[in-house]
């Protein structure tokens, strides 16, 4: 819809634009208006939609960085097209401020569940409605970074796993059973993420590691395997250095340690290693054990679990952690 509501306005998005592009979604001529005139200081570009169904439409062309809803429309209302919006890949991050008349305490945790972030009231004052939005847009460029890291991450990875012919796509393997594992161990969304980009950068440290060594057919040398040991190390260096990848510096670092203390770089035991480490290493072993490598054929996924269950009797790694990656790939694969 135009500014005015009156058709489709189709553009690409700039997000180097700092200004923002704002979609109103309101049923009401006046509100639009409004909201135009309220918004047009801030040098922002405004859509307008009258109902869910033309916001669903604007949505499907290019994503706004801010959507502005009202509660009460026909055809869709607001709760229903924020949980749509919630659903979609595009906007799942996308702020979502509803504009109500009244907002009670049942209204409020309804609008909450499906997916917004903040409420305004009708009539709105235009200061605050410029305090907010810009409050949303510097939250919504933020997690436009961290969403271009992470597509700087999958790169990375990928360039990690093109060294070994051996291991392609074992990153991204691994980062997606290990949220499966731990969303069957019902983890938080920040712990899931977590896990996601320890997954993806577990062996990121292999940057550092020689050709020779990561596609030697044969078995390695004691001083080779102790130079493809520091890879966890080195790994944990390289987040430690990227402020928004501390979080999971430790679980690259210890993703090969294990319960009994036979692991490394830094031999810890038990309750030294946290629950997002053990499930990292358990997906790490797995995914190994059901890929080729050439001095093995892959096991069956009933085999490597039985595999996982021998090492979890030997005290090596979490039983419970073992089970719930069973259940979860076990399940995934029927």
């Known amino acids: 819809m135009s500014a005015t509501g009156e058709g489709v306005v189709a553009g690409p998005m700039n997000h180097g634009d700092q200004r923002g592009h704002i979609l109103v979604v309101d049923d009401d001529e006046y509100s639009r208006s409004f909201f135009e005139e309220a918004l047009a200081p801030g040098g922002y570009k405004v859509y307008c939609a009258r109902d869910g169904v033309e916001a ?24 229903e097209l924020s949980r749509l919006l919630r659903e979609r890949r595009e906007t799942r991050l996308t702020p979502i401020v509803m504009i109500t008349g009244f907002m009670g305490t049942e209204m409020a945790v309804k609008a909450l569940d499906a997916g917004v972030d903040d409420f305004l009231t009708k009539p709105s004052n235009p200061v605050e409605l410029q305090a907010r939005v810009r409050a949303h ?10 969403e271009d890291l992470e597509n700087v ?27 499966r594992a731990g969303r069957t161990l019902g983890l938080s ?65 210890h993703h090969h340690e294990k319960l009994d203390g036979s692991g490394y770089p830094d031999g810890l035991k038990g309750g030294q290693i946290p629950l997002l480490t053990r499930i990292l290493t358990i997906c790490d072993i797995y995914d190994s054990l059901t890929t080729l490598r050439p001095y093995r054929q892959p096991l069956t996924r009933e085999a490597a679990c039985e595999t996982l269950r021998q090492m979890a009797g030997d005290g090596k790694i979490d039983a419970s952690v073992v089970e719930a990656l069973a259940n979860a790939e076990l399940s995934n694969a029927e």
Request: with cysteine; charged share 25%.
């Open 56 to 79: 669903l439409q604007i949505v499907n062309i290019f994503t706004p960085d801010l959507i502005l809803v009202d509660y009460q429309m026909p055809r869709m209302d607001g709760l």
């Open 137 to 146: 847009l510097r939250s919504k460029f933020l997690v436009d970074q961290l």
């Open 153 to 179: 991450i999958v790169a990375m990875t990928k360039t990690v796993d093109a060294k070994d012919p051996h291991t392609e796509g074992h990153s991204a393997r691994v980062a997606a059973m290990a949220v």
């Open 189 to 253: 969304e920040w712990d899931l993420r977590c896990l996601r980009l320890g997954g993806l950068l577990h062996d990121i440290g292999k940057i550092g590691v020689p050709d020779r060594i990561l596609q030697k057919p044969q078995e390695l040398t004691e001083e080779e395997r102790e130079i493809l040991k520091r890879h966890a190390a080195v790994g944990q260096e390289i987040c430690q250095s990227i402020h928004s990848l501390t979080a999971v510096a430790h679980i690259i670092r």
